[in-house]
């Protein structure tokens, strides 16, 4: 099992940029592919960004292509996820996933509050 804690929400002015971490436990991080999603009040949690265990592939959603860079440190377990030219539209919590590569079992974290408003 792994868990996880996201962290560097807030709220930031239009234009402006973030940076979430996602801080797992376990031993086991490096067979984990990383995920961010992202979920607002009364809609569906939708993936925002991927990368895969080793960190060599990345995937993005089109709404924030360009704007967001998934990246990971499997040295600290950490994955992050650097959000630029927020956009009102982005405000949303945002959560990290991890699945195994091995079994698919996935967990999640607590959700970190992104606020873009001017």
């Known amino acids: 099992q792994v868990q996880l804690a996201e962290s560097g929400g807030g709220l930031v002015q239009p234009g402006g940029s973030l940076r979430l971490s996602c801080a797992a436990s376990?031993?086991?991080?490096?067979?984990?592919?990383m995920n961010w999603y992202r979920q607002v009040p009364g809609r569906e949690r939708e993936l925002v960004a991927r990368?895969?265990?080793?960190?060599?592939?990345?995937n993005y959603a089109d709404f924030v292509k360009g704007r967001f860079t998934i990246s990971r440190d499997n040295a600290k377990n950490t994955v992050y996820l650097q959000m630029n030219d927020l956009k009102p539209e982005d405000t949303a919590v945002y959560y990290c996933?991890?699945?195994?590569?091995?079994?698919?079992?996935?967990?999640w974290g607590q959700g970190t509050q992104v606020t873009v408003s001017s």
């Open positions: 996933q991890a699945r195994n590569i091995y079994d698919n079992s996935n967990y």
């Open positions: 376990g031993s086991t991080y490096g067979t984990y592919a």
């Open positions: 990368i895969t265990s080793r960190g060599g592939i990345t």
